[in-house]
């Protein structure tokens, strides 16, 4: 069940400076509220950060701040927490004749008191990644019925 879906913004290092403070995309799935799946799940909660076009931070670049910030703000425990970077398909060239597919990452990271370190990306592979995008799918069709 999608519990949040909407621009999220970070703050930053440096106090007045706020280096590195951004903006992403994030939607945040919750799938023990979804109690037509049935399932026990070790990381029930689903988060899926993407970069906002025209904004100089990347996701990428800020990924432990970013995940540290939304365990905290929105009280999820990061042990049952799924980090996932989104990336839609990219067209390119001078007749739009180059693609990049979109993909989704999921980063894994060491959480200390501090919160997130060390992160590291992998590829979401099938059939999680079919999965991911059939929850986020069904969720868009369900946004578009109402």
Known sequence: MLIHDGLYSWE????????????????????????????????PVVVIVSDVPGRRISVRSCAGHVATSVARNFKIDP??????????????GEHQDHVIPER???????????GAIQPRWRALRPPLVDAIREMVDAEKNALRGR
């Open 12 to 43: 930053g290092f440096g106090g007045k400076l706020k280096l590195a403070s951004g903006q992403c995309r994030l939607r945040i799935y919750d799938l023990t509220r979804d109690a037509s799946r049935g399932l026990a799940h070790l990381r």
């Open 79 to 92: 042990l049952r927490m799924m980090f996932i970077e989104y990336y839609p398909e990219s067209v390119y």
């Open 104 to 114: 989704y990452e999921a980063v894994d990271f060491n959480w200390t008191e501090a």
